[in-house]
T-cell receptor, first 110, second 113 residues
Framework: QQKVQQSPESLSVPEGGMASLNCTSS?????YFWWYRQHSGEGPKALM?????GDKKEGRFTAHLNKASLHVSLHIRDSQPSDSALYFC??????????FGDGTQLVVKP | DTTVKQNPRYKLARVGKPVNLICSQT?????MYWYQKKPNQAPKLLLF???????READTFEKFQSSRPNNSFCSLYIGSAGLEYSAMYLC????????????FGSGTRLTVL
């Protein structure tokens, strides 16, 4: 069973719009969560980490974590064409094993 | 400098032949990882080194081997490539244990024919 599930598989938003990505984990031992972003031809790059319940905001990006429901989300406001990429949710406990979801393909249309 | 380098960028291999992929990092990170990425699938953790200790995932234990001759370098070795090994292989490093951010290389695309 895959430990990290993401939705939707793909998402299209207009430039300037809000993009919302979701992630649910199946392992209650997970304590640490990240969002990674991968542009074509590159490796994934960390966008945000979130380790505590609640919201974490970095510029146009806001992550929300609810450990009780094992749910983490990412919201991108004022989406730009350069935000078009594959977004991965990742989760870990404290033993170095970090697991990824299948990804959400975001397209921001000018 | 947060650079992880992987060589080669593209690799062609024949069924039944060995494959060796190389990764290096200059950040003095304690942990180095190898992930396998196939289209429309999650990056799959294959193994990782924490310092000099190798940890291999149970479901890929017999398929992949690795070595880390020093802190900066890590290799991924396939003894006998099969068609199912065709994938993108991503190397990553991190400073310490599970709560640290991963830094990825650009990957090596392996095609087995």
């Amino acid at each position: 069973q895959q430990k990290v599930q993401q939705s939707p598989e793909s998402l299209s938003v207009p430039e300037g719009g809000m993009a919302s990505l979701n992630c649910t984990s199946s392992d209650r031992n997970f304590q640490y969560f990240w969002w990674y972003r991968q542009h074509s031809g590159e490796g994934p790059k960390a966008l945000m980490s979130i380790f505590s319940d609640g919201d974490k905001k970095e510029g146009r990006f806001t992550a929300h974590l609810n450990k009780a429901s094992l749910h983490v989300s990412l919201h991108i406001r004022d989406s730009q064409p350069s935000d078009s990429a594959l977004y991965f949710c990742a989760a870990s406990n404290s033993n170095n094993r970090i697991f990824f979801g299948d990804g959400t393909q975001l397209v921001v249309k000018p | 400098d947060t650079t992880v380098k992987q060589n080669p960028r593209y690799k062609l291999a024949r069924v039944g032949k060995p494959v060796n992929l190389i990764c290096s990092q200059t950040m003095n990170h304690d942990t180095m990882y190898w992930y396998q990425k196939k289209p429309n699938q999650a990056p799959k953790l294959l193994l990782f080194y924490y310092d000099k200790i190798l940890n291999r995932e149970a479901d890929t234990f017999e398929k992949f081997q690795s070595s880390r001759p020093n802190n900066s370098f890590c290799s991924l070795y396939i003894g006998s490539a099969g068609l199912e090994y065709s994938a993108m292989y991503l190397c990553a490093s991190s400073r310490g244990r599970g709560q640290e951010t991963l830094y990825f290389g650009s990957g090596t695309r392996l095609t087995v024919l």
